[in-house]
């Protein structure tokens, strides 16, 4: 069963430094997002990409992070510099179109010191 | 704006009995969908079961079904026949249908549950 692959699964950074996570989505899928999730809370959107345009970063706080999906398949989110409030759980999804089902990768668990 | 809201935060449920999980939501947009995704300790988001906004019934897959209450704009989540592997977070997603305005999720805060043996 095709899958959405993400790595690192975990990643403990200090404050200051730069980080990057990387999606590969299930093959085909068009769509890929990326959401943060903090301790005890639902996921929540930071990024879309349609192929390779940017849909939606309207949360995506661009001081310090950056997205992009260069052609259109896999995709990098960074973060430079970290900061504690960073430290969340950082998820990839994947969909045929627009509006198709999500699946998600296993996501990658970021500590920031 | 797009809101949901689960008011469960913790839920127990002896195991082979049915629970259910409450969720509902907010919109103005006449064309929605409804998620109901589970995570378990490990983090990856597994997506359970779809309710579309003009869908006439509700929505089942195995164990799982949606209880669809469109006036009271409400989507519950019922696991009949409980299973240990159950236990887990349970989130109640809604997606925007805007066109050119994505397909993103907004999720509620989730509702944890524990199955007893």
């Known amino acids: 069963e095709a899958e959405v692959a993400q790595s690192p699964r975990y990643k403990i950074t200090e404050k200051s430094q730069a980080v990057a996570f990387w999606c590969d989505p299930i093959?085909?899928?068009?769509?890929l997002y990326w959401y943060r999730q903090i301790l005890g809370q639902g996921p929540e959107l930071l990024v879309q990409?349609?192929?390779?345009?940017?849909?939606?970063d309207s949360q995506l706080p661009k001081d310090r992070f950056s997205a992009e999906r260069l052609k259109g398949v896999d995709s990098t989110l960074k973060i430079q510099p970290a900061e504690l409030g960073d430290s969340a759980m950082y998820l990839c999804?994947?969909?045929?179109?627009?509006?198709?089902?999500?699946?998600f990768g296993p996501g990658t668990r970021l500590t920031v010191t | 704006a797009q809101k949901i809201t689960q008011t469960q935060p913790g839920m127990f449920v002896q195991e082979k009995e049915a629970v259910t999980l409450d969720c509902t939501y907010d919109?103005?947009?006449?064309?929605?969908?409804l998620f109901w995704y589970k995570q378990p300790s490990s983090g990856e988001m597994i997506f359970l079961i779809y309710q579309g906004s003009y869908d006439q019934q509700n929505a089942t897959e195995g164990r799982y079904s949606l209880n669809f209450q469109k006036a009271r704009k409400s989507a519950n989540l019922v696991i009949s026949a409980s299973q240990l592997g159950d236990s887990a977070m349970y989130f109640c997603a809604m997606r925007e249908t805007i066109y050119n305005q994505g397909g993103k999720l907004i999720f509620g805060q989730g509702t944890e549950l524990s199955v007893k043996p």
């Open positions: 093959s085909g899928h068009a769509t």
């Open positions: 999804a994947s969909s045929f179109g627009q509006f198709g089902e999500q699946y």
């Open positions: 919109t103005s947009d006449p064309s929605y969908g």
């Open positions: 990409f349609q192929d390779e345009s940017v849909v939606d």
